[in-house]
């Protein structure tokens, strides 16, 4: 290896396809280790922060897993990061990262891990600044010669120069006569800005100018401005240099004297503080990046410069010491302490090359290990080592090395090959060369004897043998019955036209149907249930081992007219049919649990008779509504989004409880005269476990949640259904009253179930139901919010009910929602606009429910009340 080479000493490459410059790279202690050992920081301009910890095994190795310490994608691209003491209250560093509208300050942390993956590292944002421009670079310092803590100073891409004190904004500056932004940075020595403006001239800004200058509302001059009511901003001093800048690096080597380095496009500069130059080179290639740093000789500065041509050059004032090559065109280069070896050389690439290495032959590492002074008790060791073999000579005897038994795993897993190739081959690639590849299928079976969560099967093949699928989970997400057995294929794709070639997206689908086997079972059948509902039909009675031929019971062959199911959840169903009536009957001890039975046993029958080529065969249902057991549904569901909301109020609190607490804590340790903590550590314990249990609790509720709303769905469906068949409502009419009922599939504490179909049956009620016109011309609330209670919603439903037992149709149009063609014998009600009115609503829909009960001469109608069986 050549000796004018960069060794190797680290070396990774960042992402795909993403992009860096010379401020997304900084090294620093930032997880404030005190082990002197930097980090390196990156950004890019994709989102990505990545801190590294290189820890090669030997020279030259690449990066391996546990080097990455951390690795998040933030929303908006890095334009760069910077580490200091950048929050009040704490000399402690933190990391600041720059977007093109936010500033970002966090605290970069680590937990030790008590596993061999090592420790965790996580970042948490301290504060953040929304800037109203579009950001350009920043630098940092102690402005104003404060002490402790670090002030950020941004330049925007207009030339504004916004200060922030740390969570606080300060002020903001436009530099006269800027057109771009240049480099930026910031001399603690003489408490100024040096930049470098569009007319290529070096130009330096007190700090204390900036701050009493007139204030930067808007760029141009404004009349109290030309009348001098505020201070203009003027220059300290500016230095020609004839080239656009690349970078700007203070140096400070003493108290006494700092110098102001400028990288321009063909030139590098060196100047006093004062703006005078003190030398400059003239350099043979176009550089990328540099870097200043100290010298080992008194009095002369060593500079880093990247260029071009992928070397990296290493000057001492003015005269070339070294060269080296790099297999990239760095674009940053830093120069840190990692793993106790001082002097590594770090720069990054455009497309994400990031290199640690080092000048020269390769460095000495080995330390020599610490001799133990303390003298060895021989007598000890003896007696300790014997003690231990009587132990493991004891275990020998009465287990032996290896277990006798074998214990039952809580899963089995088994895999059967098919012997045949598939019809159609599942290949990615179908063809390689002239042949067509095959495939097989392979069965894999899981036996669980206990309950177990989040099984996951992994399949391997080796290469280049693969797989159309190698990643399986398996979670049962709870212990009842899904709301429907129906599901949906969805397709996307783009069609190519001649004015688009991307082509317009469009989509198709498709519905599938499940079978009942997949969630229930054959059960023992059960004559005692609190829920019952009979299905009238106007066709003989078809034995249940026609229509269910799965579930029969081999035992008990000649009962044909009795079948139990059982779901997988372990409620049980039972389906009598009658022996002389045209009758049906399902009952459970769920009411909820009726649904897929009645269904299943409807869509059966219908396919059943189709078979036998009748064409007029009909269900009906002559019983009363169950809305009370449906009402109970309703009412567990809103409880549980009512006590989740209040859930998650108190775990607000607590939290911010917490905080405070902590906040309490930290001001007494910084403290330097120690006070007592009057049970604040013990308050913070109690404080911390009941904020994890509120946590454990909000999960809880929110699974209950998930699965009442599941039941309440299941429960809809079989109202409908009853609805549909107790009316003879058609097709469409049953669709908009499912378009009603069902709107959503999944509800959140924003957005509930209640509100949703209280706003759509209010809707049905005052258009195609309402009594009168004046009804139709009432506005709905074009806001939904939670209700306080279910009562008005209950009202509507029972409402919605009477108006479709006297006649009223469901329809999506005008025409047919006015009031002469709806045929509505008794009259109905309006729709009640208050609580009184919903009163008195309720006494006449009671009264009229109550009348029919006593009617001769007019046919029977349902009535709304709990469901009673009928016997046979």
Known sequence: MSLFKARDWWSTV???????????????????????????????????????????????????????LLEVQLRDPILQVEVGKFVS????????????????????????????????YQIKLMYEHNLQRTACNMTYGSFGGVRGRDLICIQSMDGMLMVFEQESYAFGRFLPGSLLPGPLAYSSRTDSFITVSSCRQVESYKYQVLAFATDADKRQETEQQKLGSGKRLVVDWTLNIGEQALDICIMSFNQSASSVFVLGERNFFCLKDNGQIQFMKKLDCSPSCFLPYCSVSEGTINTLIGNHSSLLHVYQDVTLKWASQLPHVPVAARVGSLRDLKGVIVTL???????????????????????????????????????????????NKSQGVWPMTEREDDLKISAVVSPDFDSVSQAPDVEVGTDLVPSVTVKVTLQNRVALQKAKLSVYVQPPLVLSRDQFTFELTGSYAPPELEGNAVVSYARPTDRSPEGIPRVTQCKFRLPLKLICLPGQPSKIASHKLTIDTNKPPVSLLSLFPGFANQSEDEQVNVMGFRFLGGSQVTLLASKTSQRYRIQSEQFEDLWLITNELIIRLQEYFEKQGSK?????????????????????????????????????????????????????????????????????????????????????????????????????????????????????????LEAAFLP?????????????????VSHLLKTCLSKSSKEQALNLSSQLSKPRDTSRLKKHITLLCDRLAKGGRLCLSTDAAAPPTMVMPGGCAPIPESDLEERATEQDSTELFSSHKHLAAEPPTPEVAPLQGVSE
């Open 14 to 68: 960042l992402g795909e396809k993403e992009e860096f410059d010379q401020g997304c790279l900084c090294l620093a202690d930032v997880d404030n280790s005190g082990n002197g050992q930097d980090k390196i920081i990156v950004g890019s301009f994709m989102g990505y922060l990545r801190i590294f910890n290189p820890h090669p095994v030997k020279t030259g190795d690449g990066a391996q897993a546990e080097d990455l």
């Open 349 to 395: 690439s455009e497309d994400g090359h990031l290199q640690c290495s080092y000048l020269g032959t390769d460095p000495s590492l080995f330390q020599a290990p610490k001799v133990e002074s303390r003298e060895l008790n021989y007598d000890a060791l003896d007696a300790e080592l014997k003690e231990l073999q009587r132990i493991i000579k004891d275990v």
């Open 616 to 736: 007029d065969f009909a269900c009906s249902f002559s019983g009363s509504m169950p809305l009370q057991e449906y009402f109970a549904l309703i009412d567990h569901h809103f409880e549980l989004r009512i006590n989740g909301e209040k859930l998650e109020e108190l775990l607000s609190e607590r939290a911010v409880q917490f905080r405070a607490i902590q906040r309490r804590l930290l001001t007494r340790f910084k403290d330097k005269t120690p006070a007592p903590l009057q049970h604040l550590d013990t308050l913070l314990d109690g404080t911390y476990k009941q904020v994890m249990a509120l946590a454990d609790a909000v999960e809880e509720n929110q699974a209950s949640v998930f699965q009442a709303f599941s039941r309440l769905r299941s429960a809809t469906h079989l109202l409908l259904l009853l609805v549909g068949l107790w009316q003879k409502l058609s097709a469409d009419q049953v669709a908009i």
């Open 89 to 120: 209250g704490t000399e402690m560093l933190h990391l600041a990262v720059l977007h093109s509208r936010k500033l970002c300050v966090y605290s970069v942390s680590g937990t030790l891990g008590n596993v061999e993956h090592g420790n965790q």
């Open 744 to 760: 959503l599939q999944h509800d959140t504490q924003e957005l509930g179930w209640e509100e949703t179909v209280d706003a759509a």
